[in-house]
């Protein structure tokens, strides 16, 4: 048998795998089920830090070529909120970073999107800003439960699919001459997710999740 070209993906190294098999199993997919069922909403939660700067969507290339590169390294930070049924999208923006006031102002948002007539889970990794005590109290204030994904497990965060799309639609090999018409192009890809991306998002966002095992060396 002739050899075959496979292609290679990356694991982060500190991953549990087993823990993420047990949180799919346990934690994450019965909370899925009853969102399926309108018994809840569960939203993914991350945040993605767009920077203004030359990104190369191939690697090689018959002709060399060359793109534009802006000046300076600029940053649009956006913490989003991903329903996973009707991927209806809430974001908290801006320029500087991302706090623990971020994550408050975010389900502040969604409350008053979605309201909380049925239970709200939101699925959320560790950083250091969304596990602090004035998120988890504002989130038991409100009725709002957290649910923390195992550590180095972004391939079980959906709204991480979302951040990809969003590159490759509006960063790669693509040149901005200002920091403002690269924060709209960004903020009109993330408003059209549920009309003219909406085809790309029903196959991009499907609620099955990879976990991935390392391979015997």
Known sequence: MGLKRRKVGQIPAKADV?????????????????????????????????VLAAFLGYLWSFNRIF???????????????????????????????????SVIELMRKIIEKCGVIIPITLVLDNAKYQKCAAVMEYANEKGIELLYLPTYSPNLNLIERLWKFVK????????????????????????????????????????KFQILKYPNL
């Open 18 to 50: 087993e823990k993420q098999a047990e949180f799919l199993k346990n934690e994450l997919e019965p909370r899925l089920e009853e969102a399926k069922e309108g018994k809840r909403q569960v939203f993914f939660i991350d945040a993605s830090h767009f």
């Open 67 to 101: 793109i534009k590169s802006p000046s300076g390294r600029q940053r649009y930070n956006v913490l989003g909120a991903l329903n996973a049924i009707t991927l209806d999208l809430v974001t908290v923006t801006n320029d500087a970073y991302i706090n623990a006031l």
């Open 168 to 207: 490759k639609d509006c960063l790669y090999c693509k040149y901005y001459d200002s920091f403002a018409k690269f924060k709209n192009s960004i903020n009109s890809c993330l408003g059209e997710i549920g009309n003219k991306h909406k085809k790309d998002m029903k196959s991009l966002m499907t609620l």
